[in-house]
């Protein structure tokens, strides 16, 4: 446990000194004062890519919650498993950072510039699209406070929120038969 802790410090340690040494990044003299924050925003991956590296791994947590996440053994190495039920901000507290991990991808889901896999650009305009968003956000949001009081009712209604943001949203801009135009009418109505 002790190694553990120790792990979490070294690398805390390092996180602070690499946000020093970008905080002292003074500009030339004479030179423009450096662009602020907002130049950081910049759109990575495609719609597809958001849903299976960040939303389906943190809804996976969510799901596994049904079962009390107390209960759940840390890995032998807490400090270097890939499951964050069993790392060292496993248990509750994963759940609690699933359902922010959630929220925050209703804002990821809202930056201009993303595309979905087809090419096609995401309809962030739609109202409709706006509001599975906010439900996403929404549902993101119970699921953090359900695990923050530990109780396991909250969680499922919680549970019961996301899928329902989940699948509200599947089944106008995702699920295409081929009638409908398959993979191409992704992100379209
Ligand atoms: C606002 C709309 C919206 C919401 C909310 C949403 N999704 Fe998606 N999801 C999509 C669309 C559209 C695609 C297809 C994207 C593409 O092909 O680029 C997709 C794709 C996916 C994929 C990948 C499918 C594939 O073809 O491999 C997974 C997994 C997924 N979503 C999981 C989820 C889960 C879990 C939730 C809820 C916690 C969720 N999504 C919420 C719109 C949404």
Request: proline share 6%.
């Amino acid at each position: 446990m002790r190694k553990i802790a120790l792990i979490v410090v070294v690398i805390g340690a390092a996180v602070a000194v690499s946000h020093v040494g970008l905080g002292a990044q003074a500009p030339a003299r004479g030179a423009a004062p450096a662009r602020p924050a907002a130049a950081a925003s910049r759109v990575h991956g495609d719609l597809n890519q958001l849903m299976r590296g960040v939303i389906y791994p943190a809804s996976n947590v969510v799901f596994a919650a049904q079962e009390d996440p107390s209960a759940i053994k840390p890995a032998d190495d807490p400090a270097t498993s890939p499951n964050p039920l069993t790392s060292v901000y496993g248990g509750w507290t994963a759940v609690e950072n699933a359902g922010i991990t959630l929220a925050e991808s209703a804002n990821l889901m809202m930056l201009p510039g993303r595309v979905c896999s087809n090419g096609k650009p995401e309809p962030m305009r739609n109202a409709d699209w706006a509001l599975f968003v906010q439900e996403l956000r929404d549902s993101g949001m119970a699921v953090y406070k359900a695990a923050q009081s530990k109780n396991q009712d909250m969680v499922l209604e919680a549970v019961d929120k996301m899928t329902v943001s989940c699948s509200n949203c599947h089944d106008v801009y995702r699920e295409k038969t081929t009638a409908q135009g398959g993979l191409a009418a992704r992100c379209t109505k």
